[in-house]
T-cell receptor
Framework: GAGVSQSPSNKVTEKGKDVELRCDPI?????LYWYRQSLGQGLEFLIY????????KSGLPSDRFSAERTGGSVSTLTIQRTQQEDSAVYLC??????????FGDGTRLSIL | LAKTTQPISMDSYEGQEVNITCSHN???????ITWYQQFPSQGPRFIIQ???TKVTNEVASLFIPADRKSSTLSLPRVSLSDTAVYYC???????????????FGTGTRLKVLA
């Protein structure tokens, strides 16, 4: 079946611009997760959504980062006023119940 | 601060058994412990998940001691295609609200030699 889909797969933008990254979870999965993978920091948890509950935003690295999940399905991670240190691969995962998280292949973000 | 650690790298020969340990001794969780394999330019791919003692599937085994402060992934007979980076993932519940964070291990780069 269809896995977690992320778009775009690659994004290059100039410092100071805003970017939106999209995640389409596996159909029926109620939990959705965002991570960041960078050379210096490894895999870093950002935020997760469980059903219709308010997400825990404390893992977001700064107030320039925000995320929403509409209708309990698609999620968007937004980075405002991008900085060079935001360059990384942004990964999304989804799961249902006690099953493991299933990951997409990520969006590679490059800030010039 | 919750932290998970793994060996940085390991080398092995084809056909050998490989064991990779993840230490998560200050994680406060009753969540499952999950292991992933990652190839370049791909997302982590699920290998195995367990809660306690031993779990085995068609590709690996997972050993979790009673104190759950570590876990060991065992790959029984590795092949060249198992060359990848392996990560553990654990949940960590912190604070009065009991909110969860998910913490990846530091990753182990496994190189399988012919």
């Amino acid at each position: 079946g269809a896995g977690v889909s992320q778009s775009p797969s690659n994004k290059v933008t100039e410092k100071g611009k805003d970017v939106e990254l999209r995640c389409d979870p596996i159909s029926g999965h109620t939990a959705l997760y965002w991570y960041r993978q960078s050379l210096g920091q490894g895999l870093e948890f950002l935020i997760y959504f469980q059903g219709n509950s308010a997400p825990d935003k404390s893992g977001l690295p700064s107030d320039r980062f925000s995320a929403e999940r509409t209708g309990g399905s698609v999620s968007t991670l937004t980075i405002q006023r991008t900085q060079q240190e935001d360059s990384a691969v942004y990964l999304c995962a989804s799961k249902e119940g006690n099953q493991p998280q299933h990951f997409g292949d990520g969006t590679r973000l490059s800030i010039l | 601060l919750a932290k998970t650690t793994q060996p940085i790298s390991m080398d092995s020969y084809e056909g050998q058994e490989v064991n990779i340990t993840c230490s998560h001794n200050n994680i406060a969780t009753n969540d499952y412990i999950t292991w992933y394999q990652q190839f370049p330019s791909q997302g982590p791919r699920f290998i195995i998940q367990g809660y306690k003692t031993k779990v085995t599937n068609e590709v690996a085994s997972l050993f979790i001691p009673a104190d759950r402060k570590s876990s060991t992934l065992s790959l029984p007979r590795v092949s060249l295609s198992d060359t990848a980076v392996y990560y553990c993932l654990v949940g960590d519940r912190r604070g009065i609200s009991g909110t969860y964070k998910y913490i990846f291990g530091t990753g182990t780069r496994l190189k399988v030699l012919a």
